[in-house]
C-alpha cells in the first residue's frame, strides 16, 4: 500500500527519470548531450502540443479521436493557402487555424446537440476529415518547399533554442496555467467529475464541452502547422498515429479517462519518457517497433498501477 | 406571525401514483417546521418541487408574499431557497471551496482568486465552527462531512429557507450533535428550516411546528409541544388497513424447517448483531425506515458486502459468501430493487432475460451451443407460470410493463432452483394491479418451499404478505413480528412504526432477542 501511495505521488515523474538514467547508463555521453537533449524535445513537441488540449477534453469527461485527422488536414490546407491561393505564410497559418475552430465546432456539435457518444462522434468526423483532406488535394501531395519564411516557422531560433520547443513551452506552461488557476479550468474538471451535479449548480456544460473541442482541435492544428514546416509537403497519409500518440501520452501522464482529474505536467514527463526511449532505440540502432512493444507494456503498467489501489480497497469492503 | 413560505394546492402527479394531492400549509419565518410522513408518503417530492428539479402539475408557491413560479434550480436560489438533498450535489473531485462557490469564483477576467476563494471559505467555516479545510478533496471528505459542506453552501448563498432532506440519515451521534448546533446558529441568524425526517427523536428536539403527510395528502400541521410521539405516529400512517390486499389468513402456510441461519452478523458503520432465522417455506418480511442499512444485510446474504464477523448456516453447514456465484451455488438468489441497471438486459429479449442465468442447463452436453428448442420450452413454462404478457419471446424486455418485467427477474431467479430468494423492493414502481399478481405468486412460491426474504418500504406488504417481519432500527433489530401472533406482537401499521422508529422494542413470545 505504501508502495502504491508513494506511487500515485511521483509516478510518471519517477519512472521519467528512471529511464532517463537508463538511457544515460546505456550510452553515455552522446545521450546528455545538450544537442541530443534538444533533438529529444523537437521530437516530442508536436505531441505534446497536441496531447494540452486532450487534456482538457479528457477532463471534462469527452474524447477527441479525430485530432490526428485534423493535423493531417493542416498539412494540405496549408499547402492549399501557400500554392494555390497564395496567401502567403500568415494568411495560410489563419487559415489552418480557422478550421481547427469549424472541426471543433463540428465535434462539439454532434456531441452536445445530437447528443451522440463522444468516442463515436470523433471516431466518424476522424474518417470524415481524413475523406475531407484527399478530397481538397485531390489524393496528391502538395510540396511548399519554396516557401522560406514559412520554414522559418520550424528552422528558426530564438536565444539559440528552436522556435518549436518555444512553442511548446509557451503552450504548455499556458495550458498548465489556464487548468490551474481559472474558471474555464475549474468547469472543465466539475463537468468531468460529475456533469449533472454540474449543470444542476448553473453552470454552462455545453459551452465548456464545445470550449474543450476547440482547444483540442486548435492545438493538433499547431502541431499540425509545425510538423508541416518541418516536411514543407502536404500529405493525406501524415500523422496516422498522431491522435493515439497524444492520448497515450495523456493517460499515461496521469489523467483520468473518466474524467474530473487532468495532469498537464505529468503529461510532459510521459512524453518525455517515451521521447527518451525513441531516442534510446535509434542511438542503439534497434528497429522502431520495438517502441511500439515497450509503449504499450509501460502504459500497461501505469494503468495498472492506478487501479491496483482502488481494486485493493474495494475488496475490503 | 409572518408567513415567509406559502403552499398552497400541490399536486404532483407520476405515472400510476399521486405523489402529492392538494397539499397545502404555511412556513412562518424563523422557525424550524419538520415535514414527516411514511416513505412515500410525498415529502421528498414535495421538496423537489420546492427546489426547482420537479415541477407541479397544479397549485402555487408564495414566498415573501409574492407568487413564484419555480422553473429551475436557479429559480430556486433566486427565490432564497436551498435544498439540502439525500444525494449529495458535490463535485468530488474539486475541493471544498471549489464546490461551495463553484457559480461565484472569486477573480478577474476568468482567473480565479484562489486565496480569496479560500479565505472566504475559511471565513465561512470559521462562521460556522466547522473544521473543515476548504482545499481538501471533496472526494476525500467522509459522508458526514460532505453534509457539513453542503449546508455551509447553502448557507453561503443566504437563503432565507433551508430545506433538509433527512440530513442525519448518514451521520453518527457527534455529527448529529453538530447539526443540531448548526440549525441553532442558522435559526438564530433568522433562517427558516423546512426539516424532513422520521425520527420521532430529532423531530421533537428541533421542531417547532410539524407537518404530517400520508399518501401525498396533507394530514395536519401541530405544534410541537402539543403532540405525543405516539400521536404522531398514529397520524403518519393511520389508514384503512385492507383497501385492496388480500389477507394471507386463508392460505397461511406451514412453515418448515431452517433453512438459513444468521448468527450475530456485524458490520462496522452499517449493522450490529443481526440474527434471525428463515425457514422453509415463509415469507419473511425485513422492515425498517429508509437508511436504517437492511439494504446492507440483504446484499451480505448475496456476497455483495463482507461482514466484519458473524456466521451465516444454510441446512446447518455453516457457509462463506465472498461473491454473488459463491450465493448462487448455494442456492441463494437475490432480486434487486433497481431494476432498470441491475436487473434487466434492456436491449435483449424476455426468453434471454429469464435464461441468462441457467443457460449452461440449456445447453445440450455442456458444449456451449445454445439448445433453442429447450429454450423456448423454458420460456413458454415459466412466461406461463407467472402469467406474463409478451407480444413474442425475442421482444425486448424494456418495452414490457414494470409489473412484467419484474415477473421476468422472478423467473430467471426460479430457473436456478433457488432454495432462498431474496427480494429487495419486489414491487418498486409497478402498478396496483400487478402487485397483487406479484403478491398471490410469491405466496405459491413460498408454498413451494422457497425461503423468501423481503426487503420492503411498504408498511402494507409487511402486513399482508409476510409471515413474520423483522425491523431494523440504525443497524440494530428493534423488533420480530408474527402475523398471526395472539399477543401483541402482530404486525400492524402501529407495531412496525414504534420498532422502525426506535420507540419501543417488540419481540414476539419464543422470538431469539
Same mark, same amino acid.
Given at each position: 500500500m505504501k508502495f502504491l501511495k508513494l506511487w500515485e505521488k511521483i509516478g510518471i515523474y519517477g519512472l521519467t527519470l528512471f529511464v532517463f538514467l537508463v538511457c544515460w547508463a546505456l550510452l553515455g555521453e552522446n545521450f546528455v548531450s545538450a544537442y541530443n537533449l534538444m533533438n529529444v524535445l523537437m521530437q516530442i513537441c508536436l505531441v505534446v502540443i497536441g496531447s494540452v488540449g486532450i487534456v482538457f477534453v479528457i477532463t471534462s469527461g469527452l474524447i477527441d479521436m479525430s485530432i490526428g485527422s485534423i493535423y493531417t488536414l493542416t498539412s494540405i490546407v496549408v499547402g492549399i493557402g501557400l500554392?494555390?491561393?497564395?496567401?502567403g505564410t500568415v494568411g495560410s497559418v489563419v487559415l489552418a487555424l480557422l478550421v481547427g475552430v469549424c472541426c471543433g465546432l463540428v465535434n462539439g456539435g454532434l456531441v452536445v446537440y445530437m447528443k451522440i457518444p463522444p468516442f463515436v462522434a470523433t471516431l466518424s468526423t476522424m474518417l470524415a476529415f481524413k475523406g475531407v483532406s484527399y478530397l481538397i488535394s485531390s489524393g496528391k501531395d502538395i510540396m511548399y518547399i519554396s516557401h522560406e519564411s514559412f520554414k522559418m516557422i520550424s528552422s528558426g531560433t530564438i536565444l539559440g533554442i528552436p522556435n518549436p520547443v518555444w512553442i511548446m513551452a509557451i503552450l504548455l506552461i499556458a495550458g498548465y496555467l489556464v487548468y490551474k488557476y481559472t474558471r474555464f479550468g475549474v468547469y472543465v474538471r466539475a463537468c468531468g467529475s460529475n456533469a449533472s451535479v454540474t449543470k444542476i449548480s448553473g453552470i454552462p456544460v455545453k459551452r465548456v464541452y464545445f470550449l474543450c473541442y476547440i482547444c483540442s482541435s486548435v492545438f493538433a492544428v499547431i502541431g499540425g502547422i509545425i510538423s508541416a514546416s518541418r516536411t514543407l509537403i502536404g500529405t493525406s497519409?501524415?500523422?496516422?498515429?498522431y491522435g493515439i500518440d497524444c492520448i497515450c501520452a495523456v493517460v499515461l501522464g496521469g489523467t483520468l479517462m473518466a474524467g474530473g482529474k487532468g495532469n498537464i505536467i505529468g503529461m510532459f514527463f510521459a512524453a518525455l519518457l517515451l521521447g527518451f526511449m525513441k531516442n534510446m532505440l535509434n542511438m542503439l540502432n534497434l528497429e522502431f517497433y520495438y517502441q511500439y512493444v515497450i509503449t504499450g507494456f509501460i502504459l500497461v503498467f501505469a494503468l495498472v498501477m492506478g487501479n491496483l489501489r482502488e481494486l485493493l480497497q474495494a475488496r475490503k469492503v | 406571525m409572518d408567513t415567509i413560505l406559502k403552499i398552497s394546492g400541490i399536486t404532483k402527479q407520476f405515472p400510476g401514483v399521486?405523489? #402529492?394531492?392538494?397539499v397545502s400549509f404555511d412556513v412562518e419565518r424563523g422557525e424550524v417546521h419538520a415535514v414527516v410522513g411514511e416513505n412515500g408518503a410525498g415529502k421528498s417530492t414535495l421538496m423537489k418541487i420546492l427546489g426547482g428539479l420537479y415541477s407541479a402539475d397544479f397549485g402555487e408557491i408564495t414566498i415573501n408574499g409574492k407568487k413564484t413560479a419555480i422553473r429551475g434550480v436557479l429559480d430556486s436560489l433566486k427565490s432564497g431557497i436551498s435544498v439540502i438533498y439525500q444525494e449529495f450535489n458535490l463535485v468530488p473531485m474539486l475541493t471544498v471551496a471549489e464546490n461551495i462557490f463553484l457559480t461565484r469564483l @472569486?477573480?478577474?477576467?476568468? &482567473? &480565479?482568486n484562489r486565496k480569496k476563494l479560500n479565505e472566504k471559505c475559511s471565513e465561512l467555516m470559521h462562521e460556522l465552527r466547522l473544521d473543515i479545510n476548504p482545499s481538501a478533496m471533496v472526494s476525500e471528505l467522509s459522508v458526514s462531512e460532505m453534509q457539513m459542506v453542503e449546508i455551509a453552501k447553502a448557507v453561503s448563498f443566504d437563503s432565507s429557507i433551508v430545506i433538509m432532506d433527512e440530513p442525519t440519515a448518514s451521520l453518527n451521534d457527534k455529527e448529529v450533535a453538530t447539526l443540531y448546533r448548526l440549525i441553532d446558529d442558522l435559526k438564530r441568524r433568522g433562517t427558516t428550516i423546512l426539516y424532513i425526517s422520521h425520527r420521532m427523536k430529532e423531530i421533537f428536539d428541533l421542531s417547532d411546528r410539524i407537518t404530517v403527510l400520508r399518501d401525498g395528502c396533507k394530514i395536519g400541521t401541530y405544534n410541537t409541544n402539543e403532540i405525543t410521539e405516539e400521536e404522531l405516529i398514529h397520524k403518519m400512517v393511520g389508514r384503512d388497513i385492507t383497501k385492496f390486499y388480500h389477507s394471507n389468513d386463508d392460505e397461511s402456510s406451514e412453515t418448515g424447517e431452517v433453512v438459513l441461519e444468521v448468527k450475530q452478523l456485524c458490520k462496522e458503520g452499517f449493522y450490529k448483531d443481526i440474527s434471525f432465522q428463515l425457514h422453509r417455506g415463509e415469507i419473511l418480511g425485513l422492515g425498517g425506515l429508509m437508511g436504517c442499512h437492511r439494504e446492507e444485510i440483504a446484499k451480505t446474504l448475496f456476497g455483495l458486502m463482507h461482514p466484519d464477523s458473524g456466521t451465516i448456516v444454510l441446512n446447518g453447514k455453516p457457509i462463506q459468501i465472498d461473491t454473488p456465484a459463491d450465493a448462487i451455488r448455494n442456492r441463494i438468489m437475490f432480486s434487486t430493487d433497481d431494476r432498470k441497471n441491475e436487473g434487466? #438486459? @434492456?436491449?435483449?429479449g424476455v426468453d434471454e432475460n429469464l435464461t441468462i442465468a441457467v443457460l449452461n442447463k440449456i445447453c445440450k452436453g455442456g458444449n456451449g451451443l445454445i439448445h433453442y428448442k429447450t429454450e423456448s420450452a423454458f420460456v413458454k413454462e415459466y412466461t406461463d407460470y407467472m402469467q406474463i404478457k409478451y407480444a413474442s419471446p425475442s421482444q425486448h424486455i424494456l418495452h414490457l410493463s414494470g409489473g412484467n418485467q419484474q415477473k421476468v427477474l422472478l423467473a430467471r431467479s426460479l430457473l436456478t432452483d433457488c432454495e432462498v430468494l431474496i427480494l429487495m423492493e419486489p414491487t418498486r414502481g409497478i402498478d396496483v394491479g400487478a402487485k397483487s399478481e406479484i403478491y398471490s405468486m410469491l405466496r405459491q412460491l413460498a408454498a413451494r418451499g422457497i425461503a423468501i426474504l423481503m426487503i420492503t418500504s411498504e408498511t402494507q406488504e409487511l402486513i399482508t404478505l409476510c409471515d413474520r417481519a423483522i425491523v431494523i432500527y440504525q443497524g440494530t433489530i428493534s423488533g420480530a413480528l408474527k402475523s398471526n401472533d395472539s399477543g401483541s406482537a402482530a404486525i400492524t401499521e402501529d407495531n412496525l412504526m414504534f420498532c422502525a422508529t426506535g420507540n419501543k422494542h417488540i419481540f414476539y413470545e419464543g422470538a431469539k432477542q
Open positions: 500554392t494555390k491561393l497564395n496567401i497519409t501524415a500523422g496516422a498515429t | 399521486k405523489a #402529492l394531492d392538494n @472569486p477573480g478577474k477576467s476568468g &482567473v &480565479v434487466i #438486459l @434492456p436491449d435483449m
